[in-house]
């Protein structure tokens, strides 16, 4: 149920990010992403799976931690269903 494949995809296809940058360890700033690109990061996210991302939330530095945030939060959402 992991979105980190997902997730790479997007920083591929929208965000212009070379493949071999993608790591769980990578930083969102060495992926190249600055404050306003990783808000739009967020918001297509959210998007994808439907999620409200709560501010506290959105508070991660590399993939792995937005990836886990996301985890997360798919599975609070599938639970409550």
């Known amino acids: ?10 920083l591929v296809t929208k965000f212009e ?5 993608i790591e769980p360890g990578a930083t969102l700033a060495d992926l190249g992403l600055d404050s306003l690109s990783t808000a739009e990061l967020i918001f297509d996210i959210a998007e994808k799976y439907d999620l409200d991302i709560p501010d506290n939330r959105a ?4 993939l792995g931690e937005a990836v886990k945030m996301v985890d997360e939060l798919r599975r609070a959402k599938v639970g409550s269903a």
Do not use: A, G, R
């Open 1 to 10: 149920m992991s979105s980190y494949e997902d997730i790479k995809e997007l």
């Open 59 to 62: 508070d991660f530095t590399t």
């Open 17 to 21: 990010v070379k493949p071999e940058l």
